[in-house]
């Protein structure tokens, strides 16, 4: 039942960060993006600029923050790659990798550029 839970808020935290990108201008290319080595929550466009969102829910932002680990961000990495190679430009298509935290109220902190390759 906790299990259950836990994915229905998760749900819920990405459906509200993807209203935040969207009311600021970003267009979705992808949700819950699979590819060989992992998922990536929300795939964004705005321009010609592709956005890679890793959404973390937990009780504060910081606690969220803390739910990203050093492989999680190795396979962020790895999917994205194989989702630019699915671009017109490939792997010189502009691109950054976000962090949205959602806490226990449900307010969004977004981190920008968080993750630089």
Known sequence: MRQA?????GLAAEA????????????????????????????????SDVIFVEVKKSRSFDAAALRLGAQQIDRIFQTASEFLGTQPQGQ????RFDVALVNAHGEVSVLENALAA
């Open 5 to 9: 839970r836990n994915y229905q808020a």
């Open 92 to 95: 010189m298509t502009p691109a």
């Open 16 to 47: 509200s960060v993807l209203r935040h990108y969207l009311a600021s201008g970003h267009s979705l290319l992808a949700q819950r993006y699979r590819g060989v080595h992992g998922e990536i929550d929300l795939v964004l466009q705005r321009g």
